[in-house]
Structure formats: C-alpha cells, structure tokens
C-alpha cells in the first residue's frame, strides 16, 4: 500500500490529484477543477474502429449498465454499392461482444461506435419536465437520478437513441461522459480501452487539445445535422449512409 | 423477455417507452375538452336544442378531467416526485406547462363554472339534505347561502365570462396535448404543426360522440323520453366536427405521401404491416368514414324516429372507437419505427401489469364511476316539474 | 350590493389562500441548490462526479509496472491501454492485495480485435484465427507486450 501511495506521487499531477480524491471517497470533483474552464465533446475516427466493444464492456462496468441497455454501443454497416440511402446496419447486443466475421465482398463495411453526443442545444434537457437533465457549464449531458421523474419525454425526444430507462433506477439513463472521470483528470472508460484510439476524449476550450488541428485538417461530421441539436461528437471519416 | 424486431433498431428503442396509459391520457382529454365544448355551445351560442345535455356534458366533462392525470401518473418511473412538475416547472417543457395548463382548466374553468350553475342547489339541498350529504353541501356553498334572484342573476353573468374563457381554454387543453407530441422533432410520425388542430378537432368528436351517447343512455336508463330535436342537432354537429377532422387528417397524410421525405419509406411500409389493422381498417374506415356516412345518411333521407336514434347509437359508438384507435396509432405507432428509418420492434400489452390492459380497463371505467357520484350529488337534469323553467335561469334540481 | 356577491368573496379568498399555501410550500420544499447554474439542482453535478471509478487509467498502473511498460514502448501495442485487456482494475491499483487480476487467455483475448472481419479497416492487422493457429494460444509465438515475432519475417499470413 505504502509503495503504492508512493508511486501515485510521481504520477502526472492532474492524475495524481484525481487519485487521492478517489481513495479519499471525497464526494467531490477534484479542487482544481473548474466547471467554466472546459466544453468536453468526443472524436470519433471511424477509418480506425475495429468493432471489438472495448468500449461497450469497459462502459458497463465502469458506469453500471445494465444488461440489454447501452449508454454506448457499435454499428456494423454494410453499404452495397450506390445504395447509400438504405444501408444494412446491425448491432448485436450494442456489439458488446464484438461482431461476427461477416463475408460479404460487394459494397463497404465498416463500424460506427455510437454515444450521447452531449449536444449543446439538446433536444432532451429541452422537453423534460423538471429540470431533471441539463448541460453542464462544462458541456456535458447528465441525468439528476434523484430527481427524475421517470416520463420518458427525453428518450422520446432523442433523435440518436442515446437515452433509456433503466430498470433499477427507474430512471432515464444515458452516457454522462465519464464525468466522474473527466472531472479527475482521467479519460473516459471507453477512451481509455480504445485499442485504436478511435475514440478520442476532446476538449473544445482547452486551446492544447489536439482537436482543434484535427477538426481543421480532416473531414469531420456529426450525426443527422438537420436536427440542429450542436452534437458534440464529431466523426472524421463518416459514409454519407450513416445515421 | 425478448421482443420481436424487424431490421435494425438503435438498441435502446426496442423497448417502448409509452405504454396503452400514455394511449389513454390524450383520449380522455380529448373528451373533456369536446364535452366541454358541446356545452358551451347552448351558452355562449344559444344553441338552445343542446340545452337537455348542458350540464351531463360539464359533469362528464369534469368526471373524465379528474381521472386524465392517473394514468400519467401510473406510467412514471417515480410517481412520488410527480409534484415537481410544479414546484420546478421547465418552461422549455410542453409537458410541464402543460400542467398548469390542465390545473387552470380544472380549476379555473370548469369547477367554477360547475360552481356557479349548481350554487342554487347545492344551497337548497345544503338545507333539505342530511347526515354526510348535508355536510358536503355546507362545505360546497363556502358558508353563503344567498340565493337571492340578483345574486343569481351575478353568478349567471360570471359563468357566461367564463364559459367564454372557457372554449379556448379547452382548445388549450387539447390542442396541447397534440403539441407535446407533435414538438417532438425527433419522431417524424409525430412531429407536424397540424398535430395541435387535429388533436382539438378530434377531442370535440370524441367528446360530442360520448355526450350523445350518455344522453341517450342515462335517459332511456332513467326511463324518460329522448328529446329528439336535441339529439338531431348534436348528430349534425358531431358529423359537421367529424368531416373537418377528416380534411385535416387526410391533408397531413397527402402532404406526406407527396413530399415523401427521408422518414417515407419506413412510416409507408409501418402503415401498410403493423398499423394496418388499427390505422386503416379501424381508424378510417371503420372509425370515420362509416360514422360520417351514417351521419350524413341521417340528413340526406328521411328517417323515422327510431331508425335515426339506433343510426346516432352506432354511429357514436364508432366514433368513439374510431377517435381511441387513432390516439393509439399515434402513440404506440409513433414509437415503432427506428429513428433511424431502418426497423421496427413491437408493443407488447402485459395484462395484469402495472401498465397493462387491467389497470387501461379500470381507468376506463373510473370515469363513468365518478359521473356516477356526480350525478347523485349534483342531478343535471331539471325535474319533471320544472321543465317549463326559463331557459336564463339555472334549471332546477330539487329531485 | 355587498351581500349579493358575498359568496364570490368568499371563492376568493379560498382561492387566495391555496395559491399563497402553494407558494409557501414551494419555497420550503425545492431543493437548496435548485438554479444554481440553471434549471436544475446544481448539487447534481457534483453527485454525479463523486461515483466511484473502475478503470484506473494506464498512467497508474505503469507506476509501478515499469517493465511491461518498457516493453510495451518497443512494440505496435504501446497505443493499448492496460485496462483494455486486463479489465477494469482501479481497486487493484488502490491496493494490491485486494485483487489479483485473472490470467487472461489470449486464444479468446486477441481474437476479439485480430480476428478478420471485412468491416475492420484494411490496414489493421488481422487473422482467421482457426487458419492461423488452429486455436493455440496466441501468446505460444507472440508476446502480447511486444506482438512483433523478432527472429522470423513479420506476419506469415496477414
């Protein structure tokens, strides 16, 4: 334990402050946090995502997800040809185990990992009753379980399916962004076990982050833009058939 | 539990988020505000042949009002924090505002209206009455038992006022029901400006066909004669409302079909398998275009007494059929299709459940239990005796 | 006249009375932090990012497996995450004793991103594994630190 303790020290500094505070149980986000200073968002590299479900597995266990539910999960698509406008898609449990090898030799194939996109003018927080959901000052999309109604309106509300109630709670659910991680310095669940590193936590006010060149460099969409949501995932590399 | 899907659903929509409750929330507040309306057409109007259903309709009106919120109620996760929804009301939210909305046309509409057309009996039988019924009475007359003819005459004056503030408010009502749906820009099936009027014109179907089909129960039950001038005019509105909804319904669906946008192809091929039955068999043709045929049969032939009752009879009930199987295919049709326009799942109905097809039927039948009540406490018809009363002042009910 | 409209005074002051109960009862019993930074409860925030965390991050565990991590720096899988194979050890990390992480079986492990699949992009490296190895362990050749066999040309089959 001792050597432990002794090792975290040298540990990167927003780590080890994060570290302390876990082990402290401390119910509080990490002192030099500040909720004004940060617009997280998410990258998504699609040319690089192997549909393993990494990130379906470690956001399950790290966010207690339960069974048959998803706070993240992976499409497969298949495109044949020109046929952009209906392309087969598939998801088995949300891809959590992975997907079969498939075959097909026609068209293109390749995996969409799917999340909250933390929209800015999100169409969930909107609709709901009480203030039960919001956006953080710091961009993130959270559900206040201990004053959810459990209505619904949000999951209806949804244009991406990110949202569900979960059946212990009887709340809604969704992704929270791994705030109780990002908030400590670490990386999210799923970015952080990304083999790839098609996941990629972002962000936006930190003038360092990486994002900001990669947004000027590649060729970078959201999902279904004529919802006018601010979705805050972006997608380099994403087929035209994706939705 | 596994549910049937057909091609591919995001994960999270295989489960339906709004049961058969959800279904029966718009359909009762569709009656509400259409029985409101009907009575407010003998006040505001003058339509003096409705007058023998005027307050039937503000007591029907109120019965379903009171059960509306239950269901909702039901169908939350945690139905203890419901109060929220006031406390904290969202003001982005239709749904929170829609509770102020259905409190002010609870409160400010309808029991004060009720108030002031029974005041002068509820002060009578405050003082005729006995035991729990008596103090039921006191509690109602608000300690004021003055009856005089000018105080009357005041209390007429007001019920008018609000009787006028009272169609908006139930087109209020109504027309925000159709709106927490057809805001949703999510969910193409649901989201259309036209979702508003078409819910208010539908509630004043539904609600009308149900007045009439109360009338002419509770009469025949009470072993009186049908007052057939009365029920020829409510046929005739019903049939006027009914082929105004109609338009609108088939206008939506013709834009639809002719834009034929992204959503298309999948809500097309919805309506065409899943929804057949209770879109196009039971929606249109057997809970619209039979009742208005009927309907418009009634003014086109001349038909004898009898023949046009047992036409009204048929022709309300499928209508009222007609209208709950159009809320059901918005509501559980709504949500039966993948946003991403790629599959289907199914609505599965529990039985005994706590939001199943048991709790639907008792939530049905509450309504008719508390008209029930309403009734013996408050008779809304006049006495034998006093029929010749002058159509200005409240009819009495001294029964 | 007063005693005429008595009774409407009377309505009113019910109705005054339950709107200022109203208002009483609202101000006691909405939440302190309520509108702190909007429409919600601003404690929510904090709540939410006092959960626990599983999966303690790769930073912590090369803290003290240096020598995996050395390896790791010389090969393809530096880019993976401790975590992503070993599973979520944030308890272990907090103290060792209390959980031993499982010896991972690498046939079933590596074949979750090496096994071929026409929708993995083409220049990730993959396998049918029953062709490759006949469903021998993986790590019987390769070592999942540092996967690149030395001594021989990379990849027989790719």
């Known amino acids: 334990m001792d050597i432990t303790r002794r090792h975290l020290l040298v540990l990167l500094p927003a780590a080890a402050v994060a570290w302390k505070f876990v082990l402290a149980g401390t119910p509080e986000a990490s002192p030099n946090y500040k909720l004004s200073e940060h617009w997280w968002s998410m990258l998504i590299d699609i040319p690089k995502c192997i549909g393993c479900g990494s990130c379906v597995r470690a956001c399950a266990e790290e966010n207690d997800v339960p069974d048959g539910y998803f706070r993240t999960w992976i499409e497969r698509y298949h495109v044949a040809d020109w046929k952009i406008e209906r392309p087969e898609v598939e998801s088995p449990n949300g891809g959590k185990q992975g997907f079969p090898p498939n075959e097909i030799s026609d068209g293109k194939n390749f995996f969409v990992p799917k999340l909250c996109n933390h929209c800015a003018d999100s169409p969930c927080t909107q609709v709901c009753p009480v203030g039960a959901t919001f956006v953080t000052p710091d961009g993130v999309v959270l559900v206040d379980k201990n004053y959810c109604l459990g209505c619904r309106y949000c999951v209806q509300a949804c244009p991406y399916g990110c949202r569900f109630i979960n059946p212990k709670t009887n709340t809604a659910e969704k992704c929270s962004l791994c705030y109780h991680r990002i908030t400590k310095g670490l990386t999210t669940a799923c970015c952080e076990v990304c083999p790839t590193g098609a996941r990629q936590l972002a962000d936006l006010k930190n003038p360092k982050d990486p994002i900001h060149e990669f947004l000027r460099t590649h060729t970078v969409q959201i999902l279904k833009p004529h919802m006018a949501t601010g979705a805050k995932v972006f997608y380099n590399g994403m087929d035209g058939s994706v939705r | 539990m596994q549910i049937p899907v057909e091609g591919f659903m995001y994960p999270n929509e295989v489960e339906l988020q709004w049961s058969v409750l959800i279904v029966l929330y718009p359909f009762i507040t569709g009656l509400v505000a259409g029985a409101f309306i009907l009575a407010s057409l003998e006040r505001v109007f003058r339509v003096q042949a409705v007058k023998p259903t005027y307050r039937l309709a503000l007591l029907t009106a109120l019965a379903f009002l009171l059960v509306a919120p239950l269901p909702l109620q039901l169908h939350l996760g945690h139905p203890e924090r419901s109060l929220e929804m006031y406390l904290t009301p969202h003001r982005s939210s239709a749904m929170a505002m829609f509770g102020f909305v259905y409190l002010w046309y609870l409160m400010a509409v309808l029991l004060l209206e009720i108030w002031l057309d029974y005041r002068r009996d509820i002060v009578l039988k405050s003082e005729t009455s006995t035991g729990l019924a008596r103090l039921c009475y006191r509690v109602l007359t608000l300690g004021s038992s003055n009856i005089s003819e000018r105080s009357l005459r005041i209390d007429e004056r007001l019920g008018y006022f609000i009787t006028l503030i009272g169609i908006p408010s139930a087109f209020l009502l109504h027309g925000y029901v159709g709106f927490i749906f057809g805001s949703v820009k999510a969910n193409p099936w649901w989201s259309s400006p036209l979702m508003p009027i078409v819910f208010i014109f539908s509630a004043m179907v539904s609600g009308i066909a149900a007045v009439m089909l109360l009338y002419m129960v509770s009469t025949r039950l009470r072993g009186r004669q049908i007052d057939i001038r009365c029920l020829d005019k409510i046929a005739q509105y019903l049939m006027y409302t009914f082929v105004i909804d109609f338009s609108l319904e088939m206008l939506d669906l013709l834009q639809r079909i002719y834009e034929a946008d992204e959503s298309f192809r999948s809500l097309d091929f919805m309506v065409h398998t899943r929804l057949w039955k209770s879109q196009v068999i039971v929606q249109i043709l057997l809970g619209t275009v039979t009742p208005i045929a009927l309907l418009g049969l009634t003014q086109i032939l001349k038909l004898t007494e009898t023949a046009r009752k047992r036409i009204y009879a048929l022709a309300g009930c499928l209508t009222v059929i007609g209208i709950f199987a159009m809320r059901w295919n918005v509501v559980i049709g709504g949500q039966l299709f993948s946003k991403s326009f790629l599959g289907y799942t199914t609505y599965k109905m529990g039985f005994a459940t706590r939001e199943g097809l048991l709790i639907a039927i008792v939530l049905m039948i509450l309504p008719f239990g508390i008209l029930w009540v309403l009734v013996k406490l408050l008779p809304p018809w006049p006495d034998a005796v006093s029929l010749s009363a002058s159509g200005a002042t409240p009819a009495h009910g001294t029964s | ?158």
């Open chain 3, 1 to 158: 006249m007063f005693k005429d409209i008595e009774h409407l005074i009377r309505l009113a002051a019910v109705i005054v009375i339950a709107v200022a109960a109203f208002v009483v009862l609202r101000a006691a019993v909405i939440p302190a932090s309520f509108g702190q930074y909007g429409h919600y409860r601003g404690a929510a925030i904090a709540e939410t990012a006092a959960r626990p965390i599983a999966f303690a991050g790769h930073d912590v565990c090369e803290g003290c497996h240096t020598e995996e991590a050395e390896q790791k720096k010389l090969g393809k899988h530096v880019v993976v995450a401790c975590e992503a194979c070993h599973g979520a050890l944030a308890r272990h990390a907090d103290d060792p004793s209390a959980l031993t992480p499982a010896k991972l079986d690498t046939a079933v492990l590596c074949a979750r991103c090496h096994e071929a699949n026409s929708a993995k992009p083409k220049s990730f490296p993959q396998v049918v594994t029953a062709d490759h190895s006949g469903g021998i362990a993986c790590d019987t050749c390769h070592q999942p630190h540092k996967p690149k066999i030395e001594d021989e040309k990379p990849g027989g089959k790719k």
